[in-house]
């Protein structure tokens, strides 16, 4: 095979070091990974006295890969034919010719390869048929860790064709996925990872990257017991992705926003508290931004909440209804009341309060979102309002007897201990005992009783004589009235 010798500076004759050309690769990917940044060799030969002999020996046709090209002192050195008087490390494959005052030349073929690699990322995956970094952005090792809520692809340039390669590993530096050459990988998981490349130039600066594909979320809760919204912010299930901001916007017509400072409770939206709640109505929007999703991606939530009305409950009466007796109200839900009597002003009512006293009331409850529930009832304590004709309470007559409802009021009546029917207003006529109840809607009552005698009986005697006489005739009718009748004492209840 063909040989690399080393000979020691001093003594041309000592053997420093020999390679075969497999091991020669391998010393200088070692020195690579030592960032040797460069190496030049030549095989150096004594100076004739006389011109027309080379001064170097290079490697024949093979491509020398160097980092720059340097002047050497005392030769003139050109590249592609024009003379450097700097170094030179445009990254292209060059031919480099070095002249001495004899005329003598040398010309090697040589491929510069001035940087790293760089590395570029992409959100997202890239199609297999892609070519070049469109969409690619380079990654700087300064700005690192770079965060990602979606996958990434890692590929490097190597613009100068320095063959590069990189390499993906964990949070701990263990191995993952080695690229080929010139190649990309897509990262599907979430996790914290380093990337680190090398062509023959050296390594390029590691990059960290970080990829959390479980974004924050938003419960909304809607508590129909107690009348509340509660919003519960939930972090990311990478425990690495932690919440930077949260914002509560606010809208009445669900057109215009304004941003929420403090929840109904006084709590303060910030980004260490995750749980929020609100008793009033209107549509929310929750706005969540961590290091892995910011702009477009930031993750938003938005519910429409309507607060149901406050409720209470009342005692000793229903709503609507009327009672003659005392009433309470009471209430949970997070609302003050007010109440008002016919003929009072409004006034604040304490929960439980007893209410006495007849009139008509009216409670308003109303709640945070002034919300206004009312409630509204009679008391009444006096027994139902009534009027009789044709007999006092208690009395008799033989004449009919009518009693007129001025309240709403049912009747249970009596005749001689008998139950019939009997709506007020009615004529009653026919003799007997009457005892006549009437309750009205609070329970108020009033008794009526009374008889009714029979009419006064008559006894017509009609007496006919007739006398005949010469021409005439006479009628004689003598009517004779006795009186007949008996009376009772009656008795009222009221």
């Known amino acids: ?79 592609d034919g024009v003379e450097i008087e700097e170094e030179y490390s445009n990254s292209e494959s ?48 300064s700005l690192s860790p770079y965060c990602f809520g979606t996958p990434v692809t890692i590929a490097i340039s190597e613009e100068n064709g320095g063959e590069g390669y990189f390499f ?19 990262i599907g998981a979430s996790g914290i990872y380093r990337i680190s490349a090398l062509n023959r130039f050296g390594n390029a600066e590691d990059i960290e990257v970080r990829v959390s594909l ?10 129909q017991e107690g009348k509340k919204l509660h919003i519960t912010v939930r972090a990311s299930e990478d425990s690495f992705a932690d919440i930077k901001e949260i914002e509560i916007f606010k809208s009445l017509d669900g057109v215009s926003y304004i941003p929420v400072l403090f929840d109904d409770y006084g709590n303060k939206v910030e980004s260490t508290r995750t749980a929020y709640a609100f008793r009033s109505s209107g549509t929310y929007r929750v706005s969540i931004l961590d290091s892995f999703r910011n702009g477009k991606d930031i993750v938003n939530k938005e519910i429409s909440y309507v607060k149901p009305y406050p409720e209470g409950v009342l005692s000793g009466v229903s709503e609507g209804q009327i ?31 007893e209410i006495e006293g007849d009139g008509e009331y009216t409670i308003f409850l109303s709640d945070f979102d002034n919300n206004i529930t009312e409630y509204s009832f009679q008391i009444k304590t006096t027994p139902p309002a009534l009027s009789i004709t044709g007999v006092e309470n208690g ?10 409802a001025l309240d709403q009021v049912s009747c249970m009546a009596l005749r001689n201990g008998e139950a019939f029917s009997y709506t007020p207003g009615e004529s009653l006529d026919i003799p007997g005992m009457y005892e006549l109840h009437f309750v009205d809607l609070a329970g108020n009552e009033s008794t009526y009783t009374f008889e009714i005698s ?15 006489g010469v021409g005439a005739v006479f009628i004689a009718i003598i009517i004779i009235r006795r009186r007949t009748g008996f009376r009772r004492t009656g008795r009222s209840k009221r």
């Open 1 to 79: 095979g063909i040989y690399y010798i080393y000979k020691s500076a001093s003594d041309r004759n000592t053997l420093s070091a020999y390679f075969s050309e497999a091991r020669l690769v391998e010393v200088i990917t070692a020195y690579a990974e030592e960032k040797i940044r460069k190496y030049r060799y030549f095989e150096k030969i004594p100076e004739r006295e006389y011109g027309g002999e080379e001064v170097f020996v290079g490697i024949g046709a093979k491509e020398l890969i160097l980092s720059r090209v340097f002047p050497i002192e005392g030769l003139i050195t050109k590249v």
């Open 94 to 141: 060059h031919t480099v010719t070095y002249e001495d005052i004899y005329g003598n030349s040398y010309s090697q073929k040589i491929r510069i390869i001035s940087a790293s690699p760089k590395i570029f990322l992409k959100m997202g995956e890239v199609p297999v048929n892609q070519e070049g970094l469109s969409g690619f952005v380079e990654g700087f090792s």
């Open 168 to 186: 993906l590993r964990d949070e701990e530096g263990n191995l993952l996925e080695e690229s080929e050459k010139d190649g990309r990988i897509t």
């Open 214 to 223: 479980s974004s924050p979320g938003v419960e909304f809760v809607k508590d």
């Open 323 to 353: 009672t003659n007796g005392s009433v309470t109200f009471s209430w949970t839900d997070e609302a003050e009341a007010n109440i008002q009597r016919s003929g009072f002003v409004k006034e604040r009512y304490e929960k439980g309060r």
């Open 395 to 404: 009395g008799i007559t033989n004449s009919p007897v009518v009693i007129s």
């Open 454 to 468: 029979e009419k006064e009986k008559s006894n017509i005697y009609i007496y006919f004589i007739i006398a005949f």
